[in-house]
Nanobody
Framework: QMQLQESGPGLVKPSQTLSLTCTVS??????????WHWIRQPPGKGLEWVGL???????NASPSLKSRTSISRDTSKNQFTLQLSSVTPEDTAVYYC???????????WGQGTQVTVSS
């Protein structure tokens, strides 16, 4: 069972770039067939998938966020990172990282981190 932990600033100003890191323990982020997701939940709304990076390093993102999203990884630290540019207050949410074994569902989750976009 993987353990995931999000970290990053809780407050970001509008138009700046939100940057979050997910640190994984209990296994390697390069383990075959594992996918590493970012998911968010705005206040009063449901879960929204943001994007992922795969065990091989390929990435994908929600079409609505793709132009502003960059997901990368540092295999030496067993971490993956989300960068969301040009943020607005609508990007305020609890951000989660989670894993998926290919073909499965989101399995292990981080505890979530609140990010507020405000001047």
């Amino acid at each position: 069972q993987m353990q995931l932990q999000e970290s990053g600033p809780g407050l970001v100003k509008p138009s700046q770039t939100l940057s979050l890191t997910c640190t994984v323990s209990g296994g390697s982020i390069t383990t075959n067939y594992y996918y590493w997701h970012w998911i968010r939940q705005p206040p009063g709304k449901g879960l929204e998938w943001v994007g992922l990076i795969s065990y091989s390093g390929t990435t994908n993102a929600s079409p609505s966020l793709k132009s502003r999203t960059s997901i990368s990884r540092d295999t030496s630290k067993n971490q993956f990172t989300l960068q969301l540019s040009s943020v607005t207050p609508e990007d305020t949410a609890v951000y989660y990282c989670a894993d998926e074994v290919q073909g499965g569902t989101w399995n292990s989750w981080g505890q979530g981190t609140q990010v507020t976009v405000s001047s």
